[in-house]
Structures are given as structure tokens and as C-alpha cells.
């Protein structure tokens, strides 16, 4: 590190002219880094970016009013490799915005997953967001959530699974995951194999524990070779699948973590010759437009994330409307917990006699 950069100022808060001087240009190259605006070389803008990030360098709201208003523009940071899941939460997301006059930008954390919060940083800064929304698995990364309250940004999350208090949407994944493996069990099963979701997302571990404890509570012995580890896409619900059916003993129902994992399962037994449901029955995890279109028809649980993901969009809006206005909380920000009924299909049906 240079020796003439200057260090943290001692006393309170970091300004703008500070930020100035530890990079070595102008207050208004700092400002146009900040507000994303163009003609700033990359290299001097990540000179920028550094000092705001040495200094805990916070633009303060009130001074950004003055600046320009609000941005009227929230962004939705994503890391989920379903396509189905995404669409929807964007389609929710959008539908929030344009009701309320904002506007979405997209952020995904691209190949290098190491360190989210500097990704999340450098986000807000360029983007000048007013809120952040943030899906499964960023939103329970301490570290990213860590990082936007020290910058003061409210934000929401879509179904986060640890206890941490904020502004939220959730499914019960355990409960749904009982339901779905009860389903089957109720039908005549005993030998029900599970495929895991993508090890990143903590849903995948409480759908695991929903399988696992409605065996348990029908006295059916868990058996580590009937679950596989997916990756929440179509390739591993095939690899699931081709796994589980050439077993000396393979299981007479398949409950996949999700719909495209379930769709890959359905092609893997279709491909081996099996005959659903009469030889063996999925269940899916979703209901997402995959489910209606396989034939038969996916029995699944319905996950209403567009609604979910609206839902999110419209509390984060409404946050930053409470903070820009001065009012003061009465309640602690809570997590809005949503139904997720079994839908039952023609995937499942008794185990062969």
C-alpha cells in the first residue's frame, strides 16, 4: 500500500472529500463511482471503491435526496440454478416494483462465490439502489447480511432459514416435506428414496429432515443409500434417478427436493423402462409450470414464490418509504410465513403389488 494514503478519519463518520483524498481524485469522480454514472476509468473506479470500503465510507440519505432524489430502484441479488425458481421471483419482484414506480436491477454473484459481501458492496455502490432483495442461498449468508446493515440499506429476504430478525418471506420446508413423504407412505410405500437439493441452500438440508422425520414417526428405517445429493437441476435429477433404479434393491417412490430434479428422475425411470406410477411414483417440491407439463402430471408441493417474491418487494418498499419519512418502528420487522399445499397428481399411486 502506498505510504501517503491517508488512514481512517479519527473522529466520526467518513465523508465524501475523505473518500476524495484516499483515492487521489475528484469529489465528483467519487460521486459519479458512486451513482454508477459513466465516463469513470475501471481502474479508477475500483481506486474508489477500495476507499469507500478502507474508510466504512456511508453516503448519507439525506445528502443523496439532495443529489437526486431517490434511484426508485431496488435489486434483487439471485444464486438459484432452477430457471423455473428465478423466473417466477423476477415476475413477482417486477409486478411489486411497477405497482409502487420502481425499477429492478439484476445482480448475480458470477464463478467466484468466495467472498459475496465485497460482490453485494460493490453492487450497491455502482448501482445506487434503494433496497436490496436477496433469494436463497445469499440471503442467509451472514456475512452479505453483515455488510448491508453496517451501509444502512434496508433489505428483504425470500425464504431465509436461520432465526435472524428482519424483513422476510418464508415456506415451512420441514412441514411441507413431512406432507409430501407422509403422501407416499399413506399410499403403501416403505422403501421412499429422497433426492437432496444443491448443498449451498438451506433449504436443502430442511426438506432432508422433513423426509427423514416422517419416516421416522412410521417406524421406517432411514437408509443413507436411498438419498442422493442433487444439485436443485434437471442433469442431477437424472443422475438421482439412474442411481437409485439400479440399486439390488431399488425404492417404489422417488421424493426429489424440486420439480426439475423430479423431472430428471421421471426421464431417468422412463429411459430404464419403468412405468410411473405403477412401477414407481415421484413427488416433486414447487409446483412449478414443469410439474403440470411432464406426463403424468408431477404430485408436488406448491411453493407460491411469485407471490412470495411480491410479497418481499412490497415490505422492502414500504421499509424505505418508513426510513426516507423519519418513522420510528413500534414492532420488530418479522417474517411472513406462506401456506404450501400438497398438490397431488397422477405421478403417485400405490406401490406394485
Known sequence: MNATRKSRPPKGRATISDVAREAGVSIKTVSRVINNEPNVRPVTAERVLDAI??????????????????????????DNPSPNYLFRTITGALQGCNEAG???????????????????ERFVARSRVDGVLLTPPVGDVAEVLDTLDRM????????????????GVCIDDRSA????????IELGHRRIAFVKGHPDHGASEARQDGYRL???????????NLEFEGKFDFDSGIAAGQYLLKLESPPTAIFAANDEMAAGVMQAAQQLGWKIPEQLSVAGFDDTPVSRSLWP?????HQPIRHMAQRATELLIDEIGKRLSGEVRTM??????????????????????
Not at 106 to 117: F, H
Not at 214 to 224: N, Q, T
Not at 332 to 353: E, K, M, N
Open 332 to 353: 420488530a420487522p418479522s417474517v411472513q410465513v406462506f401456506d404450501t399445499p400438497l398438490v397431488v397428481r397422477h405421478s403417485t399411486g400405490s406401490p406394485p403389488a
Open 214 to 224: 416422517a419416516l421416522m414417526r412410521h417406524r421406517i428405517a432411514i437408509e443413507e
Open 152 to 167: 444502512g440499506l434496508p433489505y428483504a429476504r425470500i425464504a431465509p432459514l436461520d432465526s435472524r430478525p428482519g424483513l
Open 177 to 184: 416435506a413431512i406432507r409430501v413423504t407422509e403422501h407416499l
Open 297 to 301: 402430471p408431477l404430485t408436488t408441493v
Open 102 to 120: 420502481y425499477a429492478l436491477t439484476l445482480q448475480a454473484p458470477g464463478p467466484d462465490r468466495r467472498n459475496l459481501s465485497a460482490m453485494v
Open 53 to 78: 470500503r478502507s474508510l466504512d465510507y456511508q453516503p448519507d440519505p439525506s445528502a443523496r435526496g439532495l443529489a437526486g432524489q431517490q434511484s426508485w430502484t431496488l435489486g434483487l441479488i439471485y
